[in-house]
């Protein structure tokens, strides 16, 4: 009883310690720097900044300026899938304004430079996929950073899931 007693109350040491120290702005990483979440990590390998995007047969103009981004996601769990779709990513200015994936204009990226879009992906054990995004930020838009989304895991429950706080730089 003593021995579950003391696991129980280090556990609690480790969670405030922790929930302590993760309450700043995030962790601000750059590209190749991996988002790390439970059993798989996301990683920003490139981008550019393009006020048009031109495919095959049509154009798209930016409101703004387009982010277009190269986003890979790695598994590393092992004999579990992991599922996610155009929405785990998004950008985040200085004003904590929040910009979503351009699904019309990622599906012309595409057709030029085919990276497989499709609404949702599975990405198998031991493997890694990568896409690229498209996101319109206005031109008053600063330091923007893509952040993900995600499912509260038991290794998120132990380090007060870094992964939501963490925030890869596009500029």
């Keep these: 009883m003593k ?6 109350s280090a556990l609690a040491i480790i969670l405030l310690i922790n929930a302590c120290t993760t309450r700043n702005n995030g962790n601000m990483l750059g590209i190749n720097d991996r988002i790390h979440h439970d059993d798989f990590e996301y990683v920003v390998t490139d981008f550019s900044v393009s006020k ?22 790695e598994n590393h769990a092992l004999g579990t ?3 996610w779709d155009n929405s785990t ?3 985040i200015d200085d004003e904590k304004n929040i ?3 351009r699904v019309e204009a990622q599906q012309l990226v595409n057709s030029v430079t085919l990276f497989g879009w499709k609404e949702e992906y599975v990405t ?10 498209v996101f319109d930020l206005p031109e008053s838009a600063s330091h ?7 499912e509260t895991m038991m290794g998120g429950l132990l380090n007060g899931n ?10």
């Design 144 to 150: 923007p950073c893509l952040m993900v989304r995600g």
């Design 3 to 8: 021995t579950a007693y003391n696991i129980l």
């Design 99 to 101: 910009y979503e994936n």
């Design 124 to 133: 198998r054990s031991q493997s890694t996929d990568t896409v690229i995004l």
């Design 81 to 83: 899938n992991h599922r």
């Design 89 to 91: 990513a998004y950008v």
């Design 52 to 73: 048009k995007i031109t495919g095959d047969h049509d154009s798209l103009s930016a409101q703004g300026n387009f982010y277009i981004v190269s986003f890979r996601v």
């Design 162 to 171: 870094k992964f939501r706080k963490a925030k890869i730089q596009l500029y």
